[in-house]
């Protein structure tokens, strides 16, 4: 099982811009980071194909969020701009380490600690 650590959220004002960085302990095939708001559903932001880099939106976060990885593949990043008060949530970083994609929570197999990301207007 990977160990993911999560690190860089924090508090913002709107248009403001946070970091967010995900280690992981070993091989992973995809890397997402997924958010979720008191009494929402956890919802995929962005995640990232480890071997082609290719990177997957949501529509809600297109142009103002952008996932990437180190060239060893084991931490990937989600920088943030543009803030809205709307982004409010707890980030979680998932992955997993064989074949599949990380488009929906039952897709993960490794999760992090979660990082709490506030935006004030």
């Known amino acids: 099982q990977v160990e993911l650590v999560e690190s860089g959220g924090g508090s913002v004002q709107a248009g403001g811009s946070l970091r967010l960085s995900c280690t992981a302990s070993?091989?992973?095939?995809?890397t997402a980071w997924f958010r979720q708001a008191p009494g929402k559903v956890r919802e995929r932001v962005a995640s990232?194909?480890?071997?082609?880099?290719?990177?997957v939106y949501a529509d809600s976060v297109k142009g103002r969020f952008t996932i990437s990885q180190d060239s060893a593949k084991t931490t990937v990043y989600l920088e943030m701009n543009s803030l809205k008060p709307e982004d409010t949530a707890m980030y979680y970083c998932g992955a997993r380490s064989f074949t599949g994609v990380c488009a929906l929570p039952s897709n993960i197999r490794s999760w992090g600690q979660g990082t709490q990301v506030t935006v004030s207007s």
């Open positions: 990232i194909d480890s071997g082609s880099g290719r990177a």
């Open positions: 070993g091989y992973t095939t995809c």
